[in-house]
């Protein structure tokens, strides 16, 4: 079989070699997690709640080994690596414990025309759910999807993007030593995109997918062959906006850390920032000192993808040529594995800088005249996926949100709600479609199912021959008497 080769992004050296699995590979290792779906589904809501919480127990006992391998094939510090661990460990383990509130079955009402009537609304596994994954995130990413799926019932076949296929393979390994009377369930096949292809066309009952809205057209367009259904999380363009009553020194710190945290390499990551004129001077100057404080290789790691690195070169100059400058970085700032912290101001908004994701350690910091414009522009971009207001009071912050398009909103802080796992997580426009995390996330991998049950024999009922017809029409007739009054 053909084999890839897994390189670490700071030094170049081959740090794992893994097999290319093609359509044949793909089909197996889907038909025996659909085998292994039944038994899961056969353990109930108790008898998976317990063996997810084994394997969270597991994964934090194993931290330093999972961290470790995250750190080898992407290059972030061993803190971020720890600390993405830490936040899988917390969904996970809501996932677990909230499952059965969620989607067990429940009464609803049933209306006064079907009063005769029971109504039950419950929730039933997919089957098998094909997730691709990305590689900044190779572990908290995709477990969003693979921990509510399983909790959900399913099974799952991870493909991991082909740059951090360890990582993947080491979460499968983990799953089926912590949990060994599950072995299957939880199924890697590593490969390029053609393996990802590969899923998504292989009868998966639905497929969650992380990356660029580019390639999520290309496995939409697969998924749409058989009706298969997609999540898609496509990245952001995320914006702060920085009113004139904001803790400048608290937003400055906020907004550094979420543009150059992991290098920029984070789909809500900050990389458009929209202050009040009054205090943007002065933002600037925070956000620029902050940013010279940090260094690339010490404080975050290198460019993952290497060619991410001609997309920040490239936004850069072009930003520059249309009239912007910088405050911190420049050009000479991207010096291959890593760039050094950018920031940048007075960008057009029609540069690529604005419009395109850069996926970073850049950020863009322009002044608007007050909060309503900073909303206009925050609403105009093609990305939707997550935005942050700082602003004197949490009331006035909180309205701001309210009025942005973007899935999830931080008042006060940036990427606050990645934390909490019972919000949905999620965007629209070129940020994709679906929701992971929560109970929307757990709904995303189980279908509704409807039931009544028949309690009495109604006054006329409407869906028998045998009623006679004077007794329908009064029955009608009232209905209609009571919606035209009520």
Not at 141 to 153: D, E, H, K
Not at 366 to 388: F, I, K
Request: hydrophobic share 45%; aromatic share 6%; glycine share 10%.
């Amino acid at each position: 079989m053909a084999t890839f080769s897994v390189r670490s992004p700071a030094t170049g050296d081959v740090i794992g070699e893994h097999p290319v699995d093609g359509p044949d590979e793909v089909t197996a290792a889907v038909a025996e997690a659909r085998r292994a779906a039944a038994g899961w589904a056969e353990l109930g809501w108790a008898g998976r709640r317990a063996r997810l919480l084994d394997w969270k127990r597991s994964l934090a006992r194993r931290m330093d080994e999972v961290a470790d391998a995250v750190v080898a094939e992407t290059g972030k510090p061993v803190h971020d690596a720890r600390a993405e661990v830490l936040l899988t460990l917390v969904h996970l383990d809501w996932a677990a414990r909230n499952a059965r509130r969620v989607l067990r079955v429940r009464r609803v009402s049933s209306g006064l025309l079907s009063s005769h009537q029971s109504a039950l609304l419950g929730y039933r596994p997919l089957g098998v759910v094909g997730v691709i994954g990305p590689w900044n995130y190779p572990v908290f990413t995709p477990m969003g999807s693979i921990g509510y799926a399983l909790a959900a019932g399913n099974a799952v076949v991870f493909k991991p993007s082909e740059l951090t296929a360890g990582t993947g393979a080491l979460l499968a390994s983990t799953f089926d030593e912590a949990v060994p009377d599950c072995a299957g369930l939880l199924r890697t096949v590593t490969g390029p995109g053609s393996t990802g292809e590969a899923l998504a066309g292989s009868g998966v009952d639905k497929v969650a997918f992380t990356g660029s809205p580019g390639t999520a057209r290309k496995v939409a367009e697969v998924c749409a062959r058989s009706l298969t259904p997609l999540l898609a999380e496509c990245g952001g363009k995320d914006a702060v906006l920085v009113g004139e009553d904001a803790d400048l020194d608290e937003a400055a710190e906020a907004i550094a850390w979420g543009a150059m945290a992991n290098a920029g390499q984070t789909c809500a990551g900050v990389e458009r920032v929209y202050a009040v004129a009054s205090v943007h001077e002065r933002l600037c100057e925070l956000i620029a000192a902050r940013a010279e404080s940090l260094a690339a290789g010490q404080d975050y790691g290198p460019m993952t993808l290497p060619t991410q690195l001609g997309v920040v070169e490239r936004h850069m100059k072009e930003a520059l040529s249309a009239g912007a400058r910088t405050v911190a970085g420049g050009p000479e700032a991207v010096a291959a594995p890593f760039v050094e912290p950018v920031v940048l101001v007075d960008v057009p908004e029609d540069s690529p800088a604005m419009t395109e994701e850069t996926f970073g350690p850049v950020v863009v910091v322009n002044r608007v005249r007050d909060l309503d414009e900073a909303v206009e522009r925050a609403n105009a971009g093609a990305y939707a996926l997550g935005a942050s207001v700082f602003t004197g009071s949490r009331a006035a912050g909180r309205a701001v949100a309210q009025r942005l398009d973007a899935g999830a909103v931080a008042v006060g802080s940036v990427l606050g709600f990645a934390a909490v796992p019972a919000l949905p997580f999620g965007g629209t426009g070129e940020s994709g479609y679906g929701r992971v995390h929560g109970a929307e996330g757990l709904r995303a991998f189980a279908v509704a199912r409807s039931v009544t049950v028949k309690r009495f024999a109604p006054y006329a009922d409407l869906t028998s021959f045998a009623t006679a017809p004077d007794k329908a029409a009064r029955a009608v007739e009232l209905g209609r008497r009571l919606h035209a009054r009520f």
